[in-house]
């Protein structure tokens, strides 16, 4: 899911954007278009995600027309990248020059963004910094997605959905995996009442987060999306190359998830419903996510409410402290319990 740079052409746009931040202002040379309607400046915080350049190409294409009801991404802070997380350290020049690109206006820091538009994407790759560049947002009053992970911690997730609720702003975040083909239609009712689940999909693990936050969630976010949020526990199996959850239900409803670090990188599975089995289709990208979050910012009506979201991110760390306690059965509860306090 992330791309991958040509080797030339990240050297070539890597010069011309530090050679950009040698002089001051410089990365604020492409101005906020000001015939974009009012409520309708989208604006990015993070640009070390294949993410951020895949939403700004749509949004901002010559061609979108009214595809996406005429947002437009108009302000983008990039942030310093992650010292030590490579993956963000190798983009952020990169894609910065990317966006620049698409005619977005650089600045230099959140608050400046604030300013300048109506809604954000949170972008930062690095989940731990998710709660902090959050909060401004927040208080700003401006709705907001945040792309996954929502927190690098159960304790971080609580937190943003708190201070959201406080000053009733509707955020929202989610995998674009919860999209794929056929999951929208079982989870209104195509294979009648979901009796378990089992899906799949890469695994890749990033010394920093904890193992599932980092690419694991693509699974088990598309697991919880025909499941419910109702998860009552988790168990795991850990090895080198694969970690296998097996969730319990409030209502004695099993669903699984597989996560894999060695071949295929494709995401699916299977959902056992009382009127038949049902294969989810193919994944077709950000585009179906992307749609969801439009709808978002025009309604504010939350897609994935919070609950589902703090489930999620509940089930993995439950998971990883069943990795660390040799694969016994941990409660979610006595997760979200701790985190509370």
Same mark, same amino acid.
Not at 189 to 198: H, I, L, Q, S, T
């Given at each position: 899911m992330k791309d991958k740079l040509n080797r030339r052409k990240?050297?070539?746009? &890597?010069?011309? @954007?530090?050679?950009? =931040? /040698?002089?001051? +202002? &410089?990365? @604020?040379?492409?101005?906020?278009?000001? #015939?974009?309607?009012?409520?309708?400046?989208?604006?990015?915080?993070?640009?070390?995600? &294949?993410?951020?350049? @895949?939403?700004?190409? @749509? =949004? #901002?294409?010559?061609? *979108?027309? #009214?595809?996406? &009801?005429g947002y437009k991404v108009v302000a983008a802070y990039p942030t310093a990248g992650s010292s030590d997380i490579q993956a963000s350290i190798d983009r952020v020049a990169g894609f910065t020059e990317q966006v620049k690109q698409q005619g977005v206006e650089i600045v230099n820091s959140i608050e400046e963004l604030l300013k300048k538009v109506d809604v954000v994407f949170l972008e930062t790759v690095? !989940?731990?910094?998710?709660?902090?560049?959050? =909060?401004?947002?927040?208080? *700003? !009053?401006?709705?907001?997605?945040i792309d996954k992970p929502v927190a690098a911690s159960l304790t971080d997730a609580v937190t943003i959905f708190d201070e959201a609720k406080r000053y009733n702003v509707p955020v929202f975040s989610s995998s674009s995996v919860r999209y794929i083909t056929g999951a929208k239609e079982i989870a209104e +009712?195509? /294979? !009648?009442?979901?009796?378990?689940?089992?899906t799949y999909g890469p695994a890749s693990i990033e010394k920093t987060h904890p193992d599932l936050f980092w690419y694991g969630i693509h699974g088990i976010e598309l697991l919880f999306a025909v499941m419910g949020a109702d998860c009552k526990s988790v168990v795991r199996i850990h090895t080198d190359d694969t970690d296998m959850l097996v969730g319990t239900w409030q209502d004695g409803r099993i669903g699984s998830y597989r996560g894999t670090r060695f071949g295929n990188k494709n995401f699916g599975g299977i959902v056992f419903g009382e009127k038949g089995n049902e294969v989810f289709g193919e994944y077709k990208g950000y585009n179906p996510l992307l749609k969801e979050i439009i709808e978002f910012f025009k309604t504010g009506i939350v897609p994935v409410q919070p609950e589902e979201t703090l489930a999620i991110v509940a089930f993995m760390e439950a998971a990883e402290e069943s990795k660390q306690r040799g694969g016994i059965a941990v409660d979610l509860k006595t997760m979200m319990e701790r985190a509370k306090k």
């Open positions: 990240f050297i070539r746009t &890597s010069a011309i @954007a530090v050679t950009g =931040l /040698a002089f001051a +202002g &410089s990365l @604020a040379s492409a101005k906020t278009d000001s #015939n974009i309607s009012e409520g309708k400046r989208v604006g990015i915080i993070g640009l070390d995600t &294949s993410h951020c350049i @895949a939403f700004t190409k @749509a =949004l #901002n294409a010559p061609d *979108a027309g #009214n595809e996406w &009801s690095d !989940g731990r910094k998710h709660r902090e560049q959050a =909060l401004p947002v927040i208080k *700003a !009053g401006k709705s907001m997605f +009712g195509k /294979a !009648g009442k979901v009796f378990g689940a089992d």
